[in-house]
């Protein structure tokens, strides 16, 4: 898992700076605490997520992923709760979603941990979308409804998270949409990894 109560979290393995692709490697040891790296030193590691480069920029990924993630994990773990989601599900929307950047924008518009557009973020009461509970707290339940519209289909519902419900309702089918295509896929390998490590824990 990401990070989870009552267990401690190491972060470990960082490299003062990094290349644009940085992966993101982890495990759980024996005393169930998770280790992130971008520079996976032995087999334990099992990689979490894989960042493509991105041209003409140099930023450590990894560093600023491991940095915000601990910031925000009870209030996942309260939004999970609440809205019957798993919470390595909302980590892996957020991971993927935002980097666990608080403030993050999208060219469309859509905002914060969660990117939720406003309209939705009405719609499930959250008042300001920067504030990560808020945020986090209207975008498990927006989640936990697409879940239940598409009969616990979790592509359709990442699908519709990403490409809005219209789309995947007129294709019946995840949309021919190259961003939501690449999207469903990369949240889903963010999850399985995040599930086994909870398993191991």
Same mark, same amino acid.
């Given at each position: ?5 009552? *267990? *401690? ?9 990094? &290349? ?6 982890? !495990?759980? /040891? ?6 992130? %790296?971008?520079?996976?030193?032995? %087999? ?15 930023? #450590? ?35 993927? @979603?935002?980097? !666990? ?7 469309? +518009? ?19 979308? !920067? ?13 936990? /409804?697409?879940? /239940?519209?598409?009969? =616990? ?8 998270? #990403?490409? +809005?419900? @219209? ?9 021919? !949409? ?7 896929? =990369? ?5 399985? &990894? ?6 191991? &824990?």
């Amino acid at each position: 898992m990401w990070i989870a109560r009552p *267990c *401690c979290v190491a972060l470990v393995g960082l490299l003062a700076t990094c &290349s644009a692709h940085a992966d993101i490697y982890a !495990f759980v /040891d024996a005393n169930a605490v998770i280790h992130f %790296s971008n520079v996976p030193t032995d %087999s334990h590691y099992t990689l979490v997520l894989r960042s493509p480069p991105q041209s003409g920029k140099r930023e #450590n990924v990894t560093e600023a992923l491991l940095r915000r993630a601990q910031r925000y994990d009870e209030f996942i773990e309260d939004a999970a709760r609440a809205a019957a989601v798993d919470s390595q599900l909302l980590r892996a929307v957020i991971v993927v @979603e935002s980097g !666990f950047d608080e403030r993050a924008v999208s060219p469309r +518009g859509a905002r914060g941990l969660m990117q939720l557009m406003p309209r939705t973020a009405r719609r499930y009461g959250a008042r300001d979308l !920067f504030n990560p509970s808020d945020n986090i707290r209207a975008g498990a339940r927006y989640l936990r /409804d697409l879940l /239940d519209r598409y009969d =616990r289909d979790l592509e359709l519902a990442l699908a519709a998270y #990403n490409a +809005g419900e @219209e789309a995947v309702d007129r294709y019946r089918a995840v949309p021919p !949409f190259d961003e939501t295509r690449a999207y469903v896929p =990369r949240v889903i390998s963010v999850y399985t &990894s995040l599930r086994r490590l909870s398993e191991q &824990s």
